[in-house]
Every structure is written in structure tokens, then in C-alpha cells.
């Protein structure tokens, strides 16, 4: 009964920063990564060139890094050999997996705030409003950005209003954020 539940698949989202100078290679990275999902019975429900962007903080002195995502359902032993890959490869940045309760398709909010073109400064409420139903995604760096201070604090429950597990999320979708430099920790990075 162990065994089956250490095999048993779950789904995950996996974001790595790859390096800028290797972006010429993007595609073959990526095919690389996914081959090792699908030889061990692993399946892929999205995989995702979101592009070079400028990082908000500087990782292993460099400015820039080149996003891709990854959506898979896999097993821990597949997990575990990439993130393997990851931690031991000088292709990859930084790399970040997150356990997800479904797979998802089409475009990540990531791949969205790319393309979209720069919004005003008065939107904060409606964001705010939204976080209060929906799950904030940490690969939206823009509404993100609005539930940190200008010192770099998160904003506290007493301000938002939000429920304490709605808090919880906010907190965390900021912590990723930072982690993937979307977000910068504090306004010296700028």
C-alpha cells in the first residue's frame, strides 16, 4: 500500500529561469526536460516559452533570464530527477516547483503579463477585490506587485480585509514572486 501511494502521480507547476546566453537553445532545453517527464510515465499538460524578461533583482550577477513552465502530472521519482537537472545544471538560474491541485492548460499569467501592454497605477482595488473570491497566481507580477509597500512589506490583513487563508495565499503568491525575481524584495533592487 506504500509502494503505491510513493508511484502515485500528482500534478505540478515547475517555473525555471534559464540563462540569457543560452535563449538561442531555448527549445532544445525545453525538449530535454519534457523527455525525462515522458520516459518515466509521466505526462505533460503544458509546456511553456514565456521569453527573456528582465529579473526585478540581479541573480549570479546577471539581469535578464529566459522563462519557461512547465505543467506535468509525474511520479516522486520523476520529480526528484529533475529537479536533479535543475540544481546541477548551469543552464538553469533558479527553479521553482510548486504542487498543484489540477493540471492546467492555455496561457499562464506569466506568458500574459509578456504580452500585454503596461496598466495604469489605479487598479489596485479591483485587484484587491478579486483576491477576496479568486486565488492570487504568483506569475502575475503585476497584481502581486500591488499587495506590497513601497517599503517592500507585505500589506497587512488590517489594511486588505481579507479572510486570514485569503492572507495566507496573498502572502505566499509574494513569496514565490520574490523568489522568481518578478518582484523585487525591496526597492534598493531597482
Sequence with gaps: MALQQANAKKHYEIVAIIHPDHSDQISEIIDRYALIVSDNNGAIHRKEDSGRRRLAYPIQKVYKGHFILFNIEADIETLAKLEYQFKYSDLVLRSLVVKVDKPAVGDSALLKTNKDSPKSGSERQSIIANARKN????????????????SGRIIPNRVLGLPARRQRQVSVAVKRARYLSLVAYCDRHQ
Design 135 to 150: 486565488d492570487l497566481d504568483y506569475k502575475d507580477s503585476r497584481a502581486v506587485s500591488k499587495f506590497i509597500l513601497e
